[in-house]
């Protein structure tokens, strides 16, 4: 069983329902991401040294980061062709969690109100994917196994905005490996995750 990275899940959480059932335009994908400290390893670096990441926000990996192939392959499975995405990233200064904000093209012309009812209706069956209505953060999520994510709808240029937070360290890596490992083992999908949020 292999897990994806934690970029990579909070990111094609957010794209899976609208390039499976064709909603998107799968050429035409932008993606900026943030993450907190603990994504960048245990390992001290210059760049995690708390003088330096306090009170500051950092670029790396842009266009460069190793999720970016985790994510194409999902693409291509989904959709059949080959497409790049623009991939950029950046350091917090918060210890744990990720915000993936996807701006997309889409195929359909879906008011905002109705793209957030279809995709809480895609994900009705999702036990750890909850549908925001209101701006999405970090901190609803930190602590738990679960993934938040609303859209939006530019009606200036028509594109589309997904935005997607998780736990790096919970859903982004250890929360999923034991979700996926329940589902293996035959057991319920939930167990030993349904600690909620440290911040509600």
């Known amino acids: 069983m292999a ?64 999720h970016i192939p985790e994510i194409e392959q999902a693409l291509f499975e989904w959709t059949g062709s080959s497409h790049p995405i623009t991939f950029s990233t950046q350091l917090l200064p918060i210890n744990r969690g990720i915000m993936a904000i996807m701006t997309v093209q889409p195929l359909i012309d879906l008011s905002e109100t109705e793209w957030r009812s279809w995709l809480t209706d895609q994900y009705a069956t999702e036990p750890f994917v909850r549908i925001q209505q209101a701006d999405p953060e970090i901190k609803s999520v930190v602590g738990s196994n679960h993934c938040d994510l609303t859209v939006y709808k530019d009606d200036r240029t028509g594109r589309v905005t997904i935005v997607s937070v998780i736990d790096n ?26 600690q909620q949020p440290i911040y509600i």
Request: hydrophobic share 35%; aromatic share 4%.
């Open 169 to 194: 360290m919970q859903k982004g890596a250890a929360g999923q490996a034991v979700q996926n490992a329940n589902i293996l083992a035959g057991f319920d999908e939930t167990s030993g995750l349904t």
């Open 3 to 66: 897990n994806p990275g934690c970029y990579a899940t909070a990111v094609l959480l957010g794209l899976t329902p609208f390039l499976k059932e064709k909603k998107i335009d799968p050429s035409q994908i932008i993606i900026q991401a943030s993450s907190g400290l603990t994504g960048a390893g245990k390992t001290l670096t210059a760049q995690t040294h708390h003088v330096h990441s306090s009170e500051n926000v950092r670029l790396y990996k842009v266009n460069q980061h190793q």
